[in-house]
T-cell receptor, first 110, second 117 residues
């Protein structure tokens, strides 16, 4: 079983739709759960960050963590064409080492 | 505030040639990371520096890769000789605070896209 599983997509949705992105993980030592956004030809940028089970909301973005199922999700409401990017789930150990998922390519269609 | 700066942005070389990448982290950031990102994959850590000390280089292929961070600021990553399989994006990231503090945000540069012919 891989340490992190993420569907690479691509995922295409119409503008205004709700987007759901997901990852599963197997390492119980992960303490921090993150979502990075990466535009083409750019480095990843941190979008959402949490360390506990439950939901965390920031504007149109909601990060959800279920530690019992080892499952994390990112929801994007009212999706915009500018949200088109690759979304990487990421997990951090206590020593700040990050393990990334493969990334899901998202296309928001105008 | 300036972000992480990397150069060159693109590099094309022939196999067996040497190549070097340069990174200038965000001012005041103690920790610097080099990552490798293959097409369709997430970044993978190559080496982590705390100030000028390499504290995690377990994933660095030491037969051909080397890195240095003199004076604990700028860093260079070198490949000698380059192989076809080294074609990828090399990302540099930096964070404030030393590892172990938990949850230190890493800020990424734009990367250097290497093509080995």
């Amino acid at each position: 079983q891989k340490e992190v599983e993420q569907d690479p997509g691509p995922l295409s949705v119409p503008e205004g739709a709700i987007v759901s992105l997901n990852c599963t993980y197997s390492n119980s030592a992960f303490q921090y759960f993150m979502w990075y956004r990466q535009y083409s030809r750019k480095g990843p940028e941190l979008l959402m960050y949490t360390y506990s089970s439950g939901n965390k909301e920031d504007g149109r973005f909601t990060a959800q963590v279920d530690k019992s199922s080892k499952y994390i999700s990112l929801f994007i409401r009212d999706s915009q064409p500018s949200d088109s990017a690759t979304y990487l789930c990421a997990f951090m150990n206590r020593d700040d080492k990050i393990i990334f998922g493969k990334g899901t390519r998202l296309h928001i269609l105008p | 505030e300036a972000g992480v700066v990397q150069s060159p942005r693109y590099k094309i070389i022939e196999k067996k040639q040497p190549v070097a990448f340069w990174c200038n982290p965000i001012s005041g950031h103690n920790t610097l990371y080099w990552y490798l990102q293959n097409l369709g994959q997430g970044p993978e850590l190559l080496i982590r520096y705390e100030n000028e000390e390499a504290v995690d280089d377990s994933q660095l292929p030491k037969d051909r890769f080397s890195a240095e961070r003199l004076k604990g600021v700028d860093s260079t990553l070198k490949i000698q000789p380059a192989e076809l399989g080294d074609s990828a994006v090399y990302l540099c990231a930096s964070s404030f605070g030393l590892a172990g503090g938990g949850g230190n945000e890493q800020f990424f540069g734009p990367g250097t896209r290497l093509t080995v012919l």
